[in-house]
């Protein structure tokens, strides 16, 4: 079968025309044609007058033969053999453990990448515990409520911590752009479309499922694992992480991991721990760092979320195509380098979505965007972030910037009124530097809901003045974004984690044999898509350590 790309159709093309172009992209009779199968599908809208439509195809012919096609565009790179994207395991399942008494791999933490990490290792016969601090995805969703319409905090289950993770609670992007040869992503979505997730996720350029689609996804993949042997745990917070001198692998590691003590008191045995425990587990990372795993800090972003109505920023991107079914609910992507060497850009833009209240301790308030499937809300919501560094701005120590984070979660907790409202300001009162006293054409969509006032307060003095450098730059490439009425609201602090737990090419810690850091909480990932991706890595290194 051959892979065509870049076969380009105007906006309202029919369902013949796909065929008709890539038998006159091949110099071929329609009729050679046996199978076709859309693979992808992207849109250019740069011209929006004129927005393209863009194909990549699978397509088996029954004349001429592969190879005459392949020679005749040898010099060309538009058609190729199509890669076989069916995913294959690293070892044989169901997996035999060496020994029968051998201990069960553990997962920390239930979010996309262990969820991955799970499935995997239980596809391979590995029978994985997965520890999860939060609830199982419906109290989780109930508790979540509470906060925004009651403001009631449940700590260990909210839209940081319980089953799904934080993707859980955002517009369910299912796209990224890690290197992806393997083809490991198209087994993500694979399972995804498995669970209950729509079939186009496999074909649109850029899949997203949304919240409510989520969850129902989140509860099958659940089942899955439980069939195959897995167990998970709700309400299970790892405590201690056990270590011991590991004199056979000191060349490389200091320690190896035997084990974990939960919160109940109980201790569970393992040489193999997989820690998926997202960007927000603080106290985690705390206990890690005086456990003696190697952390280092990194940078991450801080800002505020912005919102304007849906339909300014569909006109803006696609003229007189917006609201076209076939291309939804427009987003954007926005960088600007400041004068005074900073960046600010816009980060998990949610069309059509709604900004919620993300906090995860007490006395602290935390923005971050969701939206449903359809994307059909009122307003486009974003976060317009700068970006930070612990050389520049927390250098004092490891976990500085956890400091740093909790230090303006407080500051915006105050500023809302200490009751979970979120502080926010117009947008044209910020960059006239001017207090807001309440709202005008744009409603602001964060519950429990907002408190007016000045943003300036916010945010260190440099990140303010990069984002009111930033926003009239914005509005040159989206009309409207520097509209008056828009909405900042703050803080926007956990774009991603601000620490690092060093691995080794093994996907081991650097100083701990058994522990495989891994995902968002360890700094490598950033989303849905590339957290799973990463499980999938790390879950194939336990496997191989396991039965080999």
């Known amino acids: 079968?051959?892979?065509?790309?870049?076969?380009?159709?105007?906006?309202?093309?029919?369902?013949?025309?796909?065929?008709?172009?890539?038998?006159?992209?091949?110099?071929?009779?329609?009729?050679?044609?046996?199978?076709?199968?859309?693979?992808?599908?992207?849109?250019?809208?740069?011209k929006k007058t004129n927005i393209l439509l863009i194909y990549q195809v699978n397509v088996e012919l029954s004349t001429p033969d592969e190879q005459a096609i392949l020679e005749r565009f040898a010099n060309q790179s538009f058609v190729r053999i199509a890669p076989d994207t069916h995913y294959q395991f690293v070892a044989s399942t169901p997996a035999v453990f060496p020994i029968e008494e051998q201990q069960r791999p553990i997962i920390i933490g239930f979010g996309p990448c262990g969820m991955l990490a799970a499935l995997i290792l239980a596809q391979m016969g590995l029978k994985p515990i997965v520890l999860e601090r939060g609830q199982n995805v419906k109290q989780r969703t109930q508790d979540t409520w509470d906060l925004w319409r009651k403001g009631n905090l449940h700590t260990e289950s909210n839209v940081q911590f319980g089953e799904g993770g934080a993707g859980t609670f955002s517009?369910?992007?299912?796209?990224?752009?890690?290197?992806?040869?393997?083809?490991?992503g198209r087994k993500v979505l694979t399972e995804f479309v498995k669970a209950g997730a729509p079939e186009q996720i496999l074909t649109v350029?850029?899949?997203?499922?949304?919240?409510?689609?989520?969850?129902?996804?989140?509860?099958?993949?659940?089942?899955?694992?439980?069939?195959?042997?897995?167990?998970i745990r709700f309400g299970a917070k790892v405590e201690t992480l056990h270590r011991e001198p590991s004199i056979e692998n000191m060349d490389k590691h200091?320690?190896?991991?035997?084990?974990?003590?939960?919160?109940?008191?109980?201790?569970?045995?393992?040489?193999?721990?997989?820690?998926?425990?997202?960007?927000?587990?603080?106290d985690s990372f705390e206990m890690l760092l005086e456990q003696g795993v190697y952390i280092e800090p990194k940078p991450f972003s801080i800002g505020f979320r912005i919102e304007h109505p849906q339909s300014v920023i569909d006109a803006a991107r696609?003229?007189?195509?917006?609201?076209?079914?076939?291309?939804?609910?427009?987003?954007?992507?926005?960088?600007?380098?400041?004068?005074?060497?900073?960046?600010?850009?816009?980060?998990?833009?949610?069309?059509?979505?709604?900004?919620?209240?993300?906090?995860?301790?007490?006395?602290?308030?935390?923005?971050?965007?969701?939206?449903?499937?359809?994307?059909?809300?009122?307003?486009?919501?974003?976060a317009i972030v700068v970006g930070i560094t612990p050389e520049q701005d927390y250098p004092e120590h490891v976990l500085a910037g956890i400091d740093l984070q909790r230090e303006l979660e407080s500051l915006a907790y105050k500023l809302g009124g200490s009751d979970y409202s979120a502080p926010a300001q117009l947008v044209g009162d910020f960059l006239k530097n001017k207090p807001s006293t309440g709202p005008r054409t744009v409603t602001p969509s964060y519950q429990p809901g907002v408190t007016y006032g000045d943003l300036s307060k916010a945010l260190p003095e440099?990140?303010?003045?990069?984002?009111?450098?930033?926003?009239?730059e914005f509005n040159k490439q989206i009309k409207g974004f520097s509209m008056s009425d828009a909405v900042l609201t703050g803080v926007e602090t956990r774009t991603s984690s601000p620490i690092c737990i060093k691995r080794s090419k093994d996907f081991q810690s650097i100083n701990t044999t058994g522990l495989y850091p891994a995902g968002e909480g360890a700094g490598y990932a950033g989303g849905i898509l590339s957290a799973a991706i990463d499980g999938i890595k790390v879950a194939e290194a336990v496997a191989l350590d396991l039965i080999q």
């Open 1 to 46: 079968m051959l892979r065509l790309t870049e076969i380009k159709l105007p906006l309202d093309h029919n369902d013949s025309d796909l065929r008709i172009a890539v038998a006159t992209k091949l110099r071929i009779s329609e009729t050679d044609i046996v199978e076709l199968e859309v693979f992808k599908r992207s849109y250019d809208a740069r």
């Open 171 to 184: 517009d369910g992007k299912l796209y990224s752009q890690v290197k992806d040869k393997r083809h490991l």
């Open 205 to 231: 350029a850029k899949p997203h499922i949304g919240t409510f689609k989520l969850v129902k996804m989140v509860e099958h993949m659940r089942a899955e694992i439980i069939e195959l042997g897995g167990e």
């Open 254 to 282: 200091d320690a190896q991991i035997t084990g974990v003590t939960l919160s109940s008191g109980e201790t569970l045995h393992s040489r193999h721990l997989i820690l998926a425990i997202g960007h927000s587990a603080r």
């Open 318 to 382: 696609f003229g007189e195509h917006a609201g076209n079914p076939i291309l939804g609910a427009a987003d954007y992507k926005l960088v600007h380098h400041c004068d005074s060497g900073r960046s600010v850009y816009s980060f998990c833009m949610c069309p059509g979505g709604t900004v919620v209240a993300a906090t995860s301790e007490p006395g602290r308030v935390v923005t971050n965007g969701m939206s449903q499937y359809s994307r059909n809300e009122r307003n486009a919501n974003a």
């Open 462 to 472: 440099f990140a303010i003045t990069a984002i009111r450098e930033a926003i009239p």
